[in-house]
């Protein structure tokens, strides 16, 4: 039985609606969810209030729509990471995602891209796979902290590459690049819109997508998937996710689906979401599950992987 009050289709909704984010005002998680959720306010007929919490990497914003549920009118939207990793990283996440968590819809993926400094000898993926296999460590690079969807996209492709390399954590993008270009360290795996200025301006050079698919806003970088030897099913994705509380109804996490789907297929959406990173995926609630399963695993390999070192 639902916990919550059953809301038809046509009732529903009947109070404004609150949409929980785990990061900070004007960070790409918030900037996506209120494009997506402008239009969904437009749509529903009621004011959608974002309420950002930010804090343990997006898991803080999932617990806080968890503590105000009750009335069928409280969401939340999040990366991949509380949904994912955090459940191998932290001693408790508070939530249990199969029984707290009724998956609404994927909203955007995000690819990272491998990055060089444009004066580096290393001009794509195999020349980058050969000089990291002449030394193990020898390449050095760069990421957002332990743990992060950088760091762990590096050791997926160390791993699937045959290769060994120095991690060296940073607290931002900015720090990674800056040492990149300073050729303080080789390389990073970054979101494309953080190297797409400096490869403009000449200065720093993509090698590889971590989609499975050319990504619109680098279409000219190749993927790395079934490039280098790497397999051909190599993907490493951030993604965002719109979520509901456990006992939702069924209809209204239907109507949401809907809604979100049409949202998503506006061009202008896309190019909203584009300019900042993102592109937009939407899917069922079965397929969010089902991503969020297939993340889980793969991603749990990697983690075990890296703590039994």
Do not use: K
């Not at 993008?173 to 270009?181: G, H, N, P, R």
């Not at 970054?190 to 050319?214: I, Q, W």
């Amino acid at each position: 039985m639902s916990a919550f009050p059953a809301f038809g289709q046509d009732a529903w909704p009947t109070a404004p609606i609150r949409v929980f984010v785990g990061f900070p005002a004007g960070s790409s998680p918030d900037t996506l969810a209120r494009v997506v959720t402008d239009e969904l306010a437009q749509r529903l007929g009621q004011p959608i209030v974002i309420e950002n919490r930010p804090g343990a990497g997006g898991v803080i914003g999932v617990q806080q729509m968890l503590v105000s549920a009750g009335d069928g009118h409280t969401f939340g939207t999040t990366i991949n990471g509380p949904l994912t990793t955090a459940q191998r990283m932290m001693d408790s996440t508070g939530f249990d995602i199969e029984t707290d968590i009724m998956p609404v819809s994927l909203i955007a993926t995000s690819p990272l891209v491998l990055a060089v400094s444009a004066d580096s000898d290393i001009v794509d993926l195999d020349s980058f796979i050969a000089a990291a296999a002449a030394e193990p460590e020898a390449i050095a690079y760069g990421s957002v902290g332990q743990g992060s969807g950088a760091h762990l996209t590096a050791e997926l492709f160390a791993t699937e590459a045959d290769i060994s390399m120095l991690h060296v954590p940073f607290t931002s993008y900015a720090e990674v690049t800056t040492s990149i270009l300073g050729n303080e360290i080789d390389a990073g795996f970054m979101a494309p819109s953080a190297a797409l200025p400096f490869v403009e301006a000449g200065t720093m050079r993509m090698l590889g997508m971590t989609s499975t698919e050319p990504f619109a806003q680098a279409p000219d970088v190749p993927v790395i998937a079934g490039n280098a030897g790497l397999p051909e099913d190599f993907r490493a994705e951030l993604w965002n996710a719109f979520i509901a509380p456990s006992g939702t109804d069924a209809a209204i996490i239907e109507r949401l689906n809907t809604e979100i789907a049409e949202i998503l297929a506006d061009p202008g959406v896309q190019e909203r979401l584009l300019t900042i990173g993102w592109q937009a995926a939407p899917g069922s609630p079965d397929d969010l599950r089902q991503r969020i399963t297939d993340d889980t695993a793969m991603w749990g390999g990697v983690i075990d992987r890296v703590q039994a070192r």
